[in-house]
C-alpha cells in the first residue's frame, strides 16, 4: 500500500527566511503533485513533477523530485505571509487505476 | 469557462436525512472523485469513477452512495448510516493516467453539517 509522509505537518517561520517542506513515500511512482490549500478553500495546484530529477519554479516556490529516493520537497525562499497555507503533497498509484494519494499536508504560517 | 462546480456551498440537515451534494465538470475529464476533509485533516478517499457508469469505493465508503450516469456529473449521496458526516466535500476530477498527465482539479467544496 502506497504511503505518503509529508514534514514537518506544522511549520511557524518568518518573513524572509527560507525553508524547505519533504513530502516521502512508499512504492514506486515518478508522478507527484503539490497542491495549496487556503482556509476555508479548496486546493489549487501548483507543481505537477513527472519524472526523476523534475524541477519546477514559481515565484518563490520551488518543486523537486527524487524517484529514486522516494523524495520530493517543496523549497520557500524569503517566505512572505501570503504564502500562508496548508501544502499537499500527492503520489500517483503507478499503474494502478487513477487514484493518488494525498499526504497529510503541511500547515505553514508565516509571521510577518 | 470550463471548470468544476459544486453545489451548494454550505449544506445543513437534521440527522437521520440523506442528503445529496452536487458535482458537475466540463472539462471532459474521464475520472472524477470525492474527497472528505475534517478540520485540520487531510484529504480521505470517498469514491472515484474512472468511466460512465462505473465507480470504485474509496477508502471511506461506508455510509456514501455515488452514481455515474454521465460523464459531467459524479453526485454524492451522504446517507443516514454515515455516523459522523458533518465536513469538508471536495469533488475533483481528471483526464485518465492513460491518456495524460493525471493532475486532479478541484470544484469549491461543499461544507455539510449535520445536527
Known amino acids: 500500500e502506497l504511503k505518503v509522509e509529508q514534514n514537518p505537518l506544522f511549520l511557524s517561520m518568518q518573513e524572509g527566511k527560507n525553508y524547505t517542506i519533504y513530502c516521502n513515500y512508499s512504492?514506486?511512482?515518478?508522478?507527484l503533485y503539490w497542491y495549496r490549500q487556503d482556509p476555508g478553500k479548496s486546493l489549487e495546484s501548483l507543481f505537477v513533477l513527472l519524472s526523476n530529477g523534475a524541477v519546477k519554479q514559481e515565484g518563490r516556490l520551488m518543486a523537486s523530485l527524487d524517484t529514486k529516493a522516494r523524495l520530493s520537497t517543496l523549497h520557500i525562499t524569503a517566505a512572505v505571509h501570503d504564502l500562508s497555507a496548508t501544502y499537499f503533497c500527492?503520489?500517483?498509484?503507478?499503474?494502478?487505476?487513477?487514484?493518488?494519494?494525498f499526504g497529510k499536508g503541511t500547515r505553514l504560517h508565516i509571521l510577518p | 469557462d470550463g471548470g468544476i462546480t459544486q453545489s451548494p456551498k454550505y449544506l445543513f440537515r437534521k440527522e437521520g436525512q440523506n442528503v445529496t451534494l452536487s458535482c458537475e465538470q466540463n472539462?471532459?475529464?474521464?475520472?472524477m472523485y470525492w474527497y472528505r476533509q475534517d478540520p485540520g485533516q487531510g484529504l480521505r478517499l470517498i469514491y472515484y469513477s474512472q468511466i460512465v457508469n462505473d465507480f470504485q469505493k474509496g477508502d471511506i465508503a461506508e455510509g456514501y452512495s455515488v452514481s455515474r450516469e454521465k460523464k459531467e456529473s459524479f453526485p454524492l449521496t451522504v446517507t443516514s448510516a454515515q455516523k459522523n458526516p458533518t465536513a469538508f466535500y471536495l469533488c475533483?476530477?481528471?483526464?485518465?493516467?492513460?491518456?495524460?498527465?493525471?493532475?486532479?482539479?478541484f470544484g469549491p467544496g461543499t461544507r455539510l453539517t449535520v445536527t
Open positions: 472539462l471532459n475529464h474521464d475520472a
Open positions: 475533483a476530477s481528471s483526464i485518465s493516467r492513460w491518456s495524460g498527465i493525471g493532475e486532479q482539479y
Open positions: 512504492t514506486t511512482s515518478d508522478r
Open positions: 500527492a503520489v500517483d498509484m503507478i499503474n494502478r487505476d487513477d487514484k493518488i494519494i
